[in-house]
């Protein structure tokens, strides 16, 4: 369903004023109340999908009022966007604790808060579309694992990953494992300069993308009411519904999660590696296909200056041979001359030699480079 309906909670009415004029030109229909006692009251007649939550207010809080509604199971859909003056890190953990799924910081501009909504109002689509989906997933989920083991399950994730050569894939297929136990989650995964997000429910909120970016350099597990973090360098799942009513399951299903992402962590970055050297090697053949292009006109071109040069010498030695004994020269001058062309006829010979040495060399280069090309994947 399309987003229609935004109930705005500020105790100050000149900011309800800000946000109802921001939002004028826009197809929806807007509540508002002054406190988070009067949030409570309407919220269930008015059934709004969003709401915009100030979080400084007398009395009842804006954490308080979210944590209320997220603990009510006819109101926990409705999606909650704190509005604040204030929006540090810790804050912003604060605001997701509690079940939030955006946050935004006064004072901001009409295209923000439109374009926050906007994207709210796509979650929400996907949220119907996959609905049906997800439930029937669950269903599955359940029945397999009332046939197969927790460790039934890791196993056939790790025989099935093994095979994985595609990055969206490997997340689908890590997301597919997670609900095996009944979980939902979101996931990143950092390629090259990209970061990729992938969730159960198809859209990670923005809230979720930002902790990502915060918490993914600052230690391996965080755990904050019933959601885990686990990083990994390329890798970061924050699962949203661990078992929190019973300690032994919820250490027992955290260690799996950690050697699952473990294990994906290795698979992705073994399709990295893999994508890394198939590049390279393209550009290996690419290479040994120009230095052999360059090998085959140098021996070329020796070719030419070896039949140049013995056809050079052997006019030579033929005009000698046929004008010396007409010359009137006496023997030592004849045997001088002859001397010397046999010495420049001996060092072209030696020269040959090194250009067959030359061609030997390069034969054994293009063979060795040839082996290099061999594709053994």
């Known amino acids: 369903m399309a987003l229609q309906r935004i109930l705005a909670v500020d105790d ?30 309407v919220v269930e007649s008015f059934d709004p999908q969003v ?20 603990a009510n199971p006819s109101l926990s859909h409705i999606i909650v966007m704190f509005v604040s003056a204030r929006g540090s890190v810790e804050e912003r953990m604060e605001g997701y ?57 890791i196993v056939n994730f790790v025989e099935q990953v093994g095979t994985i050569q595609d990055v969206p894939e490997l997340a689908n297929a890590l997301i597919s494992c997670l609900a095996n136990f009944g979980l939902s989650c979101n996931v990143e995964m950092r390629v090259d300069s990209e970061r990729l997000h992938f969730a159960t429910a198809g859209m990670c909120s ?39 009513d019973d300690p032994d399951k919820h250490g027992r299903i955290r260690d799996h999660i950690c050697f699952i992402v473990s294990v994906t962590e290795q698979q992705l970055l073994s399709i990295l590696t893999k994508n890394t050297l198939i590049n390279q090697q393209r550009e290996l053949n690419s290479a040994i296909k120009t230095i052999h292009s360059k090998f085959t006109g140098l021996l070329s071109m020796l070719n030419n200056n070896r ?61 060795d480079l040839g082996n290099l090309t061999t594709d053994d994947n």
């Open 12 to 41: 100050e009415p000149f900011n309800l004023e800000i946000i109802e004029e921001i939002l004028e030109d826009l197809d929806f229909e807007i509540q508002t109340a002054t406190s988070g006692q009067a949030c409570l009251e």
């Open 51 to 70: 709401i915009l939550l100030d979080v400084s207010m007398p009395q009842m809080s804006g954490y308080e009022v979210c944590k209320a509604i997220k």
């Open 307 to 367: 039949s140049q040069n013995e056809a050079i010498f052997k006019r030579l030695q033929e005009l000698f041979e046929a004008r010396i004994p007409s010359m009137g020269l006496d023997e030592d001058q004849e045997v001088f001359i002859f001397t010397h062309i046999d010495q420049a006829i001996q060092s072209s010979v030696a020269r040959e030699e090194a250009i067959a040495q030359v061609k030997d060399a390069f034969a054994e280069i293009e063979h």
């Open 97 to 153: 604790s509690v079940g939030a799924e955006d946050y935004i910081v006064k004072p901001f501009g009409h295209s923000e808060l439109k374009a926050k909504l906007l994207h709210l109002g796509q979650m929400l689509l996907e949220k119907d579309i996959l609905e049906q989906q997800i439930e029937d997933a669950t269903t599955t989920a359940f029945s397999a694992m009332a046939t197969s083991s927790e460790m039934g399950q």
């Open 206 to 244: 923005p809230i979720v993308i930002e902790l990502f970016e915060i918490l993914h350099s600052k230690g391996r597990l965080h755990e904050f009411t019933n959601r885990i973090l686990v990083n990994y360098e390329l890798l970061s799942v924050l699962i949203l519904n661990m078992p929190s």
